[in-house]
């Protein structure tokens, strides 16, 4: 696949993004690991938290990464910043409103699965990132599509209820169309992207249809 920019365009927009808005990907950090936390721990308002942040991180990803960043190298990034924040309306619209998402640690082998996911997103990630050479501030840090991508996966291993299947549409797609330029422009870390993608889009669909069967 052409891409219509180089690799030094694709890592100066990142660049860009992380010097302007410093120190906000430590926040970032912060409240994907409250969410974990809260995850794990247990608490009453769990299925409003983790629907407002992955609403909120899919919003940030459209609007500011998409729309006023990548946009600057590829005027596609209006169209993908369209279908992001499509996305956080939706698990704003599933979770806040019609209340379809809902989350539970339960020590299953989907939780584990989550597990992998979340800690790929956030840890491992940046250090495989940083040993193939994407140092800071050439480096796509949480916040940004793909780890967050692989974060979202994550976070929806953990649900306990038939899965709305058109919430899992777009970040498939993402995980898609992610890792193929990726590995056009060697940013190798977002090879989890895609395995993320395929293995939490199967999972969530065998877990719907024994749901379904169960009732």
């Known amino acids: 696949m052409q891409l219509p920019f180089s690799l030094g365009d694709f890592l100066n927009v990142f660049k860009t993004y992380n010097q302007s808005i410093f120190p906000l990907q430590i926040v970032f950090y912060f409240i994907a690991f409250l969410s974990v936390f809260f995850l794990f721990t247990g608490n009453k308002n769990l299925n409003k938290i983790i629907s407002i942040t992955l609403s909120f991180f899919w919003l940030w990803m459209g609007i500011v990464y998409h729309i006023i960043f990548f946009s600057t190298i590829n005027k596609t990034a209006y169209i993908f910043g369209v279908f992001f924040i499509f996305q956080g309306i939706m698990f704003a619209v599933c979770g806040l409103i019609r209340k379809k998402l809902s989350f539970e640690y339960r020590k299953s082998n989907f939780n584990y699965m989550g597990i992998i996911f979340l800690l790929y997103a956030l840890i491992i990630y940046p250090v495989l990132g940083y040993n193939l ?66 293995t939490t889009f199967t999972l969530l669909l065998i877990s719907n249809r024994k749901k379904l069967y169960n009732k």
């Open 133 to 198: 050479g994407h140092v800071y501030p050439y480096s796509p840090t949480f916040g940004l599509p793909c780890p967050t991508t692989i974060f979202t996966f994550g976070i929806l291993l953990f649900t306990n209820e038939k899965m709305p299947v058109h919430t899992l549409i777009i970040p498939l797609l993402w995980s898609v169309i992610g890792f193929t330029a990726a590995l056009n422009l060697t940013i190798y870390e977002d090879t989890g992207l895609l395995i993320a993608g395929l």
